[in-house]
């Protein structure tokens, strides 16, 4: 799948019929909306930010699939943790969703996986917008319907978007510039904006997840009236490609392809959605899944554990060939993943406490003790978009927006590339933690009796490392002790995924590892993660509770970016502001995912550029495969 801006604050169909009628306007704001009143503004097939879309209006299907894919089969997949929610509006707010469950929905526009933040047309066949972004309007398929029959329209549109502003504090942030969206044809929404300038808001709000307003309005089997707002495990009605078949709460959710699906023979859905089962097994631990695996019990794993991939792969199935072990390039994707200090807490609210935290953290150790030497050390909040990251010193436009907010970041941010400290010998680690001393002592500690001490209350200073993974607790723990050389009382605490939600929820923690994921665009979402608005918003990603009026500014430059001239320079400052900032203490990251896969599956002879492996969503179910493995089985 592509990375969409939504993903990312959570993480087919383009019309085949319509006329050419030319790509998206490029970023550039070239004209207001009034100027353009008295002509017809054209019907578009697709939204790109990059200037031209790949796919004409007529095209067939996209490159990366295959036409003559077969239907049929299942596709048993892990996931992680458990669930008793089936209401995507509030996720994360409220109980644990099942993720699954997202599928049996569609958005007005679905990305493209070969090309750069690009949608084409799902539930609408087409969209229009003036040159300056002030508004939208998106048509609707006049064929789009609810599993039930009855069609998609503009009052679900606008129910879905009244949903998730009215009962998520994320999405309440995220679309806080569409002011209004109205019914303006029988099978059109508009969608009005605060304030022109701002290139992603067409595309962000193409993004939303489509809710059937008249199943929500109505009651269930019972007689009892649904309630958006609630948590629910009655199964929802969708429009999408599937639907649930079964399920049993907590512990597995399985999907069944819809057979009459109104959008099967759409372009973008050509060799799509193949399989006539997608099911999912819950696990609250990695080494149970594993096992799982090894039994195949399940079809396909991603690991996100080194020590995993170096050593828990080593049985019969894998040298036979009946399990494929195979890595995925992630070029859609950046990451900022950090154990992030709550800054609601004064202890953190110093930058020096934060930086010593930092030269504390003996990463290069870590990756040869724990992780067999395959991460890399996170060095920006876009850590994989090259032309993104902050590197060396500011220049052309890039300083040029920092001299707006020179009086209100570090100097070091104009005078010194930021890098963080380098461990792995004793010598290292040693001069490492005299600077963190040096730090504490600056911000007013000082050690008594081994005691990292507050001078002026005397007391120690003292932190809890919060997990969720017990497979985590072996990495705070290897953190922990050169913590505690300092002086500082630590604690590790790991604790069911529902006690962790509603302790970060509710701001209750000292230190908790989180990861922001960064499309290749940055819009919206920035606000989301590091504004002042969203730092004390219950639920939000501002997890670490940053307020910072120069960060508030840089992310309104990024938002309202010109073109990607703009864009890039505008991003690049805000990354190095943040990170002069000391608000995390950066991790790891792998450039590739890693899977393992019983060998029973087709896939297309080339994979998207942007799409990592695909899985499941253009893969197949090959059974010629499916019985080679079970004769060797």
Do not use: C
Not at 137 to 166: C, E, N
Not at 169 to 174: I, K, T
Not at 457 to 482: A, C, H, M
């Amino acid at each position: 799948m592509a990375i969409t801006r939504r993903d990312l604050l959570l993480t087919g169909t383009a019309v085949a019929a319509l006329p050419a009628l030319g790509s998206v306007a490029g970023l550039s704001v070239v004209g207001s909306a009034d100027a353009q009143a008295a002509n017809e503004l054209p019907w578009r097939h697709g939204l790109s930010l990059f200037g031209k879309v790949k796919y004409p209006a007529d095209f067939k299907r996209f490159d990366y699939v295959n036409p003559e894919a077969p239907k049929g089969g299942v596709a048993r997949q892990i996931a992680v943790g458990t669930f008793d929610n089936f209401n995507i509006v509030v996720s994360g707010v409220k109980g644990q969703v099942a993720g699954a469950v997202a599928f049996i929905y569609e958005s007005l526009t679905t990305p493209s996986l070969d090309e750069v933040s690009t949608e084409y047309g799902a539930l609408a066949e087409a969209v229009s917008h003036p040159d300056d972004f002030s508004f939208v309007t998106y048509r609707l398929r006049p064929q789009a319907k609810w599993h039930d029959g009855k069609p998609v329209t503009a009052d679900d549109v606008i129910f879905s978007l009244d949903s998730f502003k009215k009962h998520h504090p994320m999405y309440s942030a995220y679309y806080s510039h569409v002011v209004k969206a109205e019914k303006v044809g029988e099978r059109e929404v508009k969608f009005v904006f605060d304030a022109p300038g701002n290139r992603e808001l067409p595309q962000i709000v193409g993004q939303l997840t489509v809710l059937p307003k008249h199943w929500w309005e109505g009651t269930d089997a019972q007689g009892r009236k649904r309630d958006v707002s609630a948590t629910t495990l009655e199964v929802p009605l969708g429009s999408g490609p599937y639907k649930v078949k079964d399920f049993v709460a907590g512990r597995s959710i399985a999907l069944e392809r819809v057979k009459d699906y109104w959008g099967r023979d759409l372009a973008a859905n050509v060799g799509r959605n193949n399989f006539d089962e997608l099911r999912y097994e819950y696990f609250r631990d990695a080494t149970v899944a594993i096992e799982a695996f090894k039994a195949d019990q399940v079809d396909w794993r991603t690991e996100n554990s080194a020590k995993s991939w170096a050593t828990a792969y080593d049985f019969p199935a894998v040298s036979e060939k009946r399990v494929i072990l195979e890595e995925f390039a992630n070029r859609s994707s950046g990451v900022m993943q950090a154990f992030v200090p709550n800054l609601r807490r004064g202890k953190f609210s110093d930058p020096r406490v934060r930086r010593a935290l930092n030269y504390a953290f003996d990463f290069e150790e870590m990756n040869k003790q724990i992780f067999y030497g395959q991460y890399k050390r996170i060095s920006s909040y876009f850590d994989g978009i090259e032309d993104l990251m902050a590197t060396g010193l500011p220049q052309g436009k890039e300083l040029e927006i920092l001299e707006t907010v020179r009086a209100q970041v570090p100097p070091e941010v104009f005078t010194t590339a930021y890098s963080n400290p380098v461990g792995g010998s004793p010598e290292a680690v040693r001069d490492n933690l005299r600077e963190a001393l040096r730090l504490f002592k600056e911000a007013g500690y000082e050690v008594r009796d081994r005691k990292l001490t507050d001078v002026k209350t005397g007391v120690q200073f003292s932190l809890e490392l919060l997990n969720s993974d017990p497979s985590f607790e072996r990495i705070t723990l290897f953190y922990k002790p050169s913590l505690e050389r300092l002086g500082i009382a630590v604690s590790v605490r790991t604790v069911d995924p529902t006690q962790y939600e509603n302790r970060t929820r509710e701001w209750d923690f000292d230190i908790v590892t989180n990861s922001w994921g960064e499309s290749q665009s940055p819009g919206n979402e920035q606000r989301e993660f590091w504004s002042s608005k969203t730092a004390d918003i219950a639920g939000s990603r501002n997890i670490g509770g940053i307020k910072n009026p120069a960060i508030d500014k840089l992310i309104e430059r990024v938002i309202y970016a010109r073109d990607r001239d703009d864009l890039v320079a505008a991003t690049k400052a805000l990354d190095r502001v943040l990170l002069w900032n000391h608000y995390v203490v950066p991790q790891w990251t792998y450039t590739k995912v890693r899977t393992a896969r019983w060998d029973r599956f087709g896939r297309p002879a080339e994979l998207p550029k942007y799409g990592q492996s695909g899985f499941p969503f253009i893969w197949w179910y090959d059974a010629d495969k499916a019985a080679r493995i079970a004769k060797k089985s």
